[in-house]
């Protein structure tokens, strides 16, 4: 059996990741280790898989990481940056499995989603490539909602305008977001029972407390409850911020092989929702098609699809990031021609950022590899 190293197992994608792995019984077919940046020597965590170290192992010992055939890691990018040269550097010829960016766009790495791209993960494989790499959260929600359009070779381009969740930022920020929510309503809370007070006296009595410095912002740096913030990740000093970046550029990695490239841009904007990624895509298609097939097409992308009639009551019910969070269903709906230019369509989809996101595609692939067995 592989011999597998986890480390970052108890951060936000990390206990994502084990909990899939504990319902689908994944940890039966290998020997897990459990790694620690902060706590080596003490107790493993306490679930009821085989261990085969007593001990949490020193993530830093480039010797015990050797030792593995296949590191898992959720630990974040700056982890990667530490340990991964170092390691290939000691001659381990090891699977890395990450789940951070840091790696993604590097040439001997695969974007690993493997409903769209298992024939470039196959050919990367034969050719001894060893790094795999989770991708983009908002990326891989959109492929996999789009899918069905993608093996046409009907998208010539995607206009893609994101409302992004707290838990893409990190777990503090969900923290975050939950007190700032918080902090608006104590402010309120007197007032609002007194149905005759003015809601815009109210309301500028939150704003107030949203904009002093007295309201809790250490991670967003500005409010994002009763708020939005229209920019995420650095700035890449030409109008486009790096997310935005990524829509492009990782798709089209992911797509290299079986599909022709398509032309990805738009504006990513985080908005007060905890664990569920929204996008609104405005599809340019290469042709004239009856919506009813595009529907069609469209559903049938993959398994997960979950395709929601534009409607207003399915709309506002089932296309939501509540009525998606902690499933795997990948909600698209909104689908319409839209009045502006022939052949071009609205989806609106709807995403679990920590399933799909993040731990999904990364919990297959180490499944990938174990079924490979190199
Ligand atoms: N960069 C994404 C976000 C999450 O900030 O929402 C990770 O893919």
């Known amino acids: ?115 769209i791209n298992q024939l470039s993960i196959d050919e990367a494989y034969d050719k001894g490539i060893k790094n795999w790499v989770g991708g983009n959260c908002t990326v891989s929600l959109m492929l996999l909602a789009i899918h069905g359009l993608l093996k046409e070779d009907l998208v010539e381009w995607v206009s893609s305008m994101t409302y992004q969740a707290a838990s893409g930022a990190g777990a503090k920020n969900m923290r975050e977001l939950l007190l700032q929510m918080g902090q608006i309503y104590s402010s309120v809370s007197d007032d609002l029972i007194q149905k005759d007070l003015n809601i815009l006296d109210i309301d500028g009595k939150a704003m107030a407390l949203m904009n002093s410095g007295n309201f809790q912002k250490d991670n967003f740096k500005v409010p994002l409850a009763g708020n939005l913030i229209p920019w995420i990740d650095e700035d890449l000093n030409n109008g486009q911020s790096r997310e935005e970046w990524k829509g492009q550029s990782e798709t089209n990695k992911i797509l290299s092989s079986g599909f022709k490239s398509i032309k990805v841009d738009g504006l990513c904007v985080r908005i007060g929702t905890m664990r569920s ?53 990948i909600a698209v709906g909104r689908i319409r021609k839209l009045d502006i230019e022939e052949n071009c369509i609205s989806v609106f989809t709807v995403g679990d950022q920590l399933l799909w996101g993040a731990a999904e595609p990364i919990r297959r692939m180490l499944k990938i590899l174990i079924k490979k067995g190199r």
């Not at 085989?50 to 700056?78: F, H, P, R």
């Not at 395709?307 to 709309?315: A, E, F, P, R, T």
């Not at 019910?317 to 009525?323: D, F, G, H, T």
């Open 1 to 115: 059996m592989k011999k597998v190293g986890f480390i970052g197992w108890r951060g936000m994608v990390g206990s994502v990741l084990i909990k899939s792995m504990i319902d689908e019984s994944d940890f039966k077919n290998l020997e897990p280790y459990f790694f620690s940046t902060s706590q080596a020597g003490q107790k493993n965590p306490e679930w009821n898989i085989k261990y085969k170290n007593e001990l949490l192992i020193d993530a830093y010992n480039i010797e015990e990481l050797s030792k593995m055939d296949i590191v898992i890691t959720c630990q974040g990018g700056e982890y990667t940056d530490k340990v991964f040269s170092k390691l290939r550097k000691s001659g381990w010829n090891g699977h890395w499995v990450d789940a951070a960016s840091s790696l993604r766009m590097k040439k001997d790495s695969v974007i690993v989603l493997d409903p």
């Open 277 to 329: 990624h929204a996008q609104a895509l405005t599809i340019k298609l290469k042709k004239n098609i009856p919506i009813e097939t595009i529907n069609k097409i469209i559903s049938n992308g993959n398994q997960w699809v979950k395709l929601i009639q534009n409607d207003k009551k399915s709309s506002m019910n089932l296309l939501s990031p509540a009525a998606v969070s902690g499933k795997l269903d």
